[in-house]
């Protein structure tokens, strides 16, 4: 049984840092293509960013560009996302989710968010002004 865990999650002022880990057992890391959401009681979904797992091509949403970056480490099964300059608006749940896709060419930008079969418990980030 496969499981997503999300780590680095807390409270900060505006301005400030955090890395989020996203630990993956039970699954062949390096098949997926690895994203992270977040989403807000009453808000719809959105996708922050992903990686795929062949040529390591990313996506950004605008709300974040410039600010956040995701990475992984096929060898500790963990993807990262790495935000800085972070604003009140960043306050969510932010939830890692897996794709299976294999040797595909298609850039994960391109693969809908439902198409995550695989998902964390997500971790809480608050940022105070």
């Known amino acids: 049984q496969s499981h997503l865990v999300e780590s680095g999650g807390g409270l900060l002022h505006a301005g400030g840092s955090l890395r989020l880990s996203c630990a993956a057992s039970g699954l062949s890391f390096e098949h997926y293509y690895m994203g992270w959401f977040r989403q807000a009681p009453g808000k719809e979904r959105e996708e922050v960013s992903c990686i795929d797992n062949n040529y390591g091509r990313t996506y950004y949403a605008d709300s974040v560009k410039g600010r956040f970056t995701i990475s992984r480490d096929n060898a500790k099964n963990t993807v990262y996302l790495q935000m800085n300059g972070l604003k009140r608006e960043d306050t969510d749940v932010y939830f890692c989710?897996?794709?299976?896709?294999?040797?595909?060419?298609?850039?994960?930008?391109?693969?809908?968010?439902?198409?995550?079969?695989?998902w964390g418990e997500g971790a809480q980030s608050t940022v105070s002004s």
């Open positions: 989710a897996a794709v299976l896709m294999g040797r595909a060419e298609v850039g994960c930008s391109e693969v809908h968010g439902d198409s995550y079969g695989r």
